[in-house]
């Protein structure tokens, strides 16, 4: 049974910085069998989104919005994601989801962690 458990999330002031973790269980994050991983946010009234997702093979891709800003990294020890989220924005403001989609494309997520940016 895949689990995803992020921690990281509250309350900062823009311009700020706070790095999310999502630990996986049931799971490897190093092997090739996983398709893609990453984070996604969802703001109040709107769209869940993309934010940040690393495709088989290593290849990053980051939302417009985030570039040079959030950088995402993965700790294969500890089987753990991360999102370094750095000079925040109050529009960055949103619940924030780990994914996995692993070699079968089945799509796994975490329970979610709030970011606010506070202006």
């Known amino acids: 049974q895949v689990q995803l458990v992020e921690n990281g999330g509250g309350l900062v002031q823009a311009g700020g910085s706070l790095r999310l973790s999502c630990a996986a269980s049931?799971?490897?994050?190093?092997?090739?069998?996983?398709?893609?991983m990453g984070w996604y946010r969802q703001a109040p009234g709107k769209e869940r989104e993309v934010v940040v997702l690393?495709?088989?093979?290593?290849?990053?891709n980051y939302a417009d919005s985030v570039k040079d800003r959030f950088t995402i990294s993965r700790d294969i020890a500890k089987n753990t994601l991360y999102l370094q989220m750095d000079n925040l924005e109050p529009e960055d403001t949103a619940v924030y989801y780990c994914?996995?989609?692993?070699?079968?494309?089945?799509?796994?997520w975490g329970q979610g962690t709030q970011v606010t940016v506070s202006s």
């Open positions: 994914n996995i989609r692993d070699g079968s494309w089945r799509t796994f």
């Open positions: 049931g799971i490897r994050l190093g092997v090739n069998a996983i398709n893609a």
């Open positions: 690393i495709a088989r093979g290593g290849g990053t």
